[in-house]
């Protein structure tokens, strides 16, 4: 072993045996060295798929927590909760030619990779819906481009779903499956209705399983100034006797419902979308 130089330079982060400036991996464990840096424990033993070898923590993602603010004040705000080891919501918010476009979808979390078809289903219909495609055509493509995610219809991501545009005129249109929801602020109307039976289970989502799921759409011209709540039930299921924001831009309105969710008990995923609408929109 010529060259080689023999002289321990440090352990390795998971077994703490020995290992030699060179190694590329620990030969008592297997681990492999140079890893990131647990955000927990500082170990050196974060494998491929973000969880320490050493103290077993998921490293935070960008999905963690993540907000959007619009420039004409629209803003959304997501965030993993308490209970939550990662964030299977998604959002999108984005400014189309003048109208503004929210996407939710809330993974279901008894099907696998719930994160991945949140995350495409809204790519796929906020792209979409901004280029002006109808709320039922951005929902089927929405759709297909989730069930392609599955192997089988055994392993079927799947996530519920709901969209917001908010024309020029201020016309709202809405379309959802399952039981993400949305308010009109500031009285917290609710605009939509859950596809849930009884027992709470929901009953239309998107995913290779999901079976022939319509699309629930809705439009109102809401008079006056107002704010548009899109969310999902990791919001919802804390407003029962609460009281909106009164004042505020949307983006602090959100993170004030926000850290409500997470007083009360953050036991889920919390997505937040609010968008001006009447005289405040634009």
């Known amino acids: 072993m010529d060259g080689q130089d023999l002289t321990p330079r440090a352990a390795c982060p998971v077994c703490e045996a020995p290992v030699l400036a060179g190694d590329v991996y620990c030969e ?17 033993a974060v ?7 050493r103290c ?17 004040g629209a803003a959304a705000v997501t965030d993993k909760g308490l209970r939550r080891s990662r964030n299977e919501d998604a959002m999108a918010l984005v400014d189309a030619d003048g109208s503004v476009v929210t996407v939710v ?16 289903a ?22 297909r481009a989730v069930a392609k995610l599955a192997t089988s219809v ?26 993400t929801r949305a308010y009109l602020l500031p009285g917290g109307t609710l605009l939509t209705e859950d596809d849930v039976v009884e027992t709470g289970e929901i009953t239309a989502w998107l995913g290779a399983d999901a079976g022939d799921v319509g699309l629930h759409v809705r439009t109102l011209d809401p008079q ?6 899109v969310c999902s039930d990791g919001l919802w299921r804390y407003l029962d006797g609460y009281a909106f924001p009164a004042s505020g831009t949307p983006i602090e309105m959100a993170r004030e419902m926000l850290r409500h969710a997470l007083d009360s008990g953050g036991q889920d995923n919390v997505t937040i979308a609010l968008i001006p609408l009447g005289e405040s929109h634009g």
Do not use: N
């Open 105 to 120: 979808c809330d993974g279901v979390g008894s099907s696998p990779r719930a994160d991945e078809a949140s995350a495409v």
């Open 122 to 143: 809204v790519e796929t219909a906020v792209a979409a819906l901004a280029r002006g495609v109808p709320q039922q055509e951005a929902f089927e493509l929405a759709g």
């Open 56 to 72: 077993g923590a998921r490293q935070p993602t960008g999905r963690d927590h993540a907000e959007t603010v619009l420039p004409g």
């Open 154 to 179: 055994d392993d079927a991501p799947a996530c519920t779903y709901v969209s917001a545009v908010v024309g020029r005129d201020g016309r709202v249109t809405l379309g959802w499956a399952g039981d």
């Open 224 to 229: 006056g100034a107002g704010l548009l709540l």
């Open 47 to 53: 494998d491929a798929e973000g969880y320490c070898e």
């Open 28 to 44: 008592a464990c297997g681990h492999t060295l140079g890893a990131p840096a647990c955000a927990s424990c500082g170990a050196a």
